[in-house]
């Protein structure tokens, strides 16, 4: 008696003397094998699906060990995050919505992902016992309230992940008086003040999020016009030449008084989305004026520009050290380049003033030594255009003979911790000029 299962061959041959016990004994052994064969191509097949959970999804950061401390707990903004198993069926039935959440959350609230099966120690950390099991983290950067995130027993739509999200950004601004006016200037003057004027008794979650990102360089207060003093609030806008229609944003620049003629004013609702409005703050911290903002196509904004620079004459010009608008040059120095992490990278920081290249380890090689040659897994450089400095890691790895995928991987974490380390002030910068003349110190500049 023959037959096949699959690939498996399933024989047994009738002797006439087998026994009854024997040949049910051999049936028995060949079930076991194809039990246990069926058992290792679905677990095979279910590590193929879960792998590529959200190694593609532009709104979900995945987070490790290496970059949580940056990323999460040092961190002014409100996280989400799922922290999952591989193996889990209900993780693989969230992952859509947490995809579409993620999308609808940007600009609002940072959504991020952790493979407790390869990250066990933020497993063990966080007290994670069951899959998946979702965290809010809030509250001022390092502080025990960061360190201590608030657990989430809601439903698992995209509808309910959102709205819980955007009601718990609890915003970093002061509520303000037209009387009181002078005293908000007073308060942290060492900042600048970015001031909302509105009709509502609520604050919209668009400008908590806001003051949470900027929290560290800008002073936010919001003005209601509900609080009562009608003519105050319209001896403001005057004042400032602002239009009667609300909402209004004023920003003052470092040091103001609330002189009329060093502010910045913004009352067109259109621009007052989520690049709007980062796009208006970092006018203030850069000393631009508020020039009008061209409508930005969505295709623009979802995959912002990534520059290949084919030679150091382009490191040098517009593309980055003498970007007009960028605060930030991020050059990606690599080897093979396959367009996900510089594009991940732009996508991410793309409200932050941060313009993303990237540079052919060839290329600079040639030009600083073979300090950033010897790099095999890349390096990445953080230049200032305006104030002609430069920060340098070296792509570290804890596998010499690691595969290219990994090294992507490291390229990706080492790069968001350090521009989430430069974007909080955290960074120590060499002289642009030392680092193109190769005698710049191969250790790490952070």
Known sequence: MKGTVGAIPLAVRLDPGTSSARLLGRIGTHLCRLVVYSRVFLFLISLRLVSAMYEDAPHVERLTAANFGASVLNSG???LVEFYAPWCGHCRNLEAAWRAAAEKLDGLVRVGAV????ETALAQRFGIRGYPTIKLFSGRARSPARATPLDYHGGRTVRDLVSFARSSVQGVFAKVDASGISAFFSDEAHKPHVLLITDKVGVSARYRALSERYATQVSFGVLSKRSGD???????L???AARSGLPVLIAFPK???GDPSDVQVLHDKAKMDAPGLHAFVRRLLHGTA???RAPTPAAAVDTPIVSRLANMSEFHGPQCLQHPTARFCLVLVLADDDGNVSQHLAHKYRHDGVQVVVLPLDVIGAT??????AAAAGRVLLARPRKQKIA???????NANAAASECRQALLEQASALVDRALGGDIHYEPLSAFLNGDASTRDEL
């Open 238 to 240: 005057l004042r400032y």
């Open 230 to 236: 009608d003519a105050g609030v319209q001896a403001l």
């Open 115 to 118: 493979n407790c099966d390869e």
């Open 255 to 257: 040091g103001s008084r």
């Open 368 to 373: 600083t030594g073979k300090r950033v040659a």
């Open 290 to 292: 508020d020039a009008a």
């Open 77 to 79: 903004e409100t996280w």
């Open 392 to 398: 340098q890691q070296v792509v570290s790895l804890a």
